[in-house]
């Protein structure tokens, strides 16, 4: 199957500062990608659309300047959490669709989890 | 009410039970219904697909949709302590659109 790729797995940084997660698609271009948090026990939540070449689509409540995306490659994006703080702490998981198969499947990167002191 | 809605459990079966886990939903529009295995501190991976109601049989594992009743299952047999994992059901409208997750359940397989 496809494979999407997130790097790093997990991160530890201070609060104010930020952080970089990127996501790869390895065997196939994505035009779009999602980018989901997860807190423990619960599920996952779609943050924002990541769209090639274009401006990324926020969910309502997730705060565009704080959250930083970028598409700039068919086969990567890059979430940027700015000025981390402790409750910015979860487990980001990205996903992207193979757009060979029609069967809109999503697949999951490993996940990043951020800790933010 | 949520738009999927799933019993978080946790849910603990003895080695070799049929586990049943399922979710409903509110949005008529959904069409496209997944189940996810999800093993701590991974990320979330595809175990059934269907498309519209019916059921799909893979292995161990039984998906049903009843979108009458909008009401999903996966059913597992002879369940096994590697099943021990979040089942998490996924919904969306059309093959383009975001999924929609439901809380996902805990399922502990004991030996």
């Known amino acids: 199957g496809a494979v999407v790729s997130q790097h790093p797995s997990w991160v530890i940084c201070k609060s104010g500062t930020s952080v970089k997660i990127e996501c790869r698609s390895l065997d196939f271009q994505a035009t779009t990608m999602f980018w989901y948090r997860q807190f423990p026990k619960q599920s996952l939540m779609l943050m924002a659309t990541s769209n090639e070449g274009s401006k990324a689509t926020y969910e309502q409540g997730v705060e565009k300047d704080k959250f930083l995306i970028n598409h700039a490659s068919l086969t990567l994006s890059t979430l940027t959490v700015t000025s981390a703080h402790p409750e910015d702490s979860s487990f980001y998981i990205c996903?992207?669709?193979?757009?060979?198969?029609?069967?809109?499947?999503?697949?999951f990167g490993e996940g990043s989890r951020l800790t933010v002191l | 009410q949520k738009e999927v809605e799933q019993d978080p459990g946790p849910l603990s079966v003895p080695e070799g039970a049929i586990v049943s886990l399922n979710c409903t939903y509110s949005?008529?529009?959904?069409?496209?219904f997944m189940w996810y295995r999800q093993y701590s501190r991974k990320g979330p991976e595809l175990l059934m697909y269907t498309y519209s109601s019916g059921n799909k049989e893979d292995g161990r594992f039984t998906a049903q949709v009843d979108k009458s009743s909008k009401y999903i299952s996966l059913f597992i047999r002879d369940s096994q302590p590697s099943d021990s994992a979040t089942y998490l059901c996924a919904m969306m409208n059309s093959g383009n659109t975001p999924l929609v997750f439901g809380k996902g359940t805990r399922l502990s397989v004991i030996a």
């Open positions: 949005n008529s529009a959904f069409q496209y």
């Open positions: 996903s992207a669709r193979d757009p060979s198969q029609d069967t809109g499947e999503l697949f």
